[in-house]
């Protein structure tokens, strides 16, 4: 007996790279399923499978956007420029390294 091969739940209809927030909202309905406990095993093992490979896609491009996001934010010597988001100094009601309690 031979299966159909299914297309990939994480790619859209073209072929096309899904988004990020498309590959998580998969992953997320894969968890929800295998939270749900009611798979046989083959179904089980396919699905952690795809959501292993959804996690791997999801941190690419987590680390891609990471890697932008320093590149935009060199200083004129080309060296990285780190600066705390604003507000959050404020909201802690602390400006150094103490605990806010």
Avoid: H
């Avoid at 009611?38 to 179904?43: F, R, S, W």
């Avoid at 010597?77 to 780190?82: I, N, S």
């Amino acid at each position: 007996m031979t299966r159909k091969a299914s297309p990939d739940p994480g790619t859209r209809d073209g072929g096309e790279t899904p988004t990020f927030e498309a590959m998580m909202e998969r992953l997320q309905g894969l968890v929800a399923r295998l939270e749900e406990g009611n798979l046989p095993l083959e179904d089980s093992i396919r699905s952690f499978e795809e959501g292993m490979d959804l996690v791997r896609r999801c941190t690419d491009v987590l680390n891609q956007a990471e890697e932008r996001i320093q590149k935009l934010t060199r200083d004129a010597r080309g060296a990285a420029q780190e600066s705390p988001l604003q507000g959050v100094e404020d909201e802690a009601g602390t400006g150094g390294d103490e605990l806010p309690f």
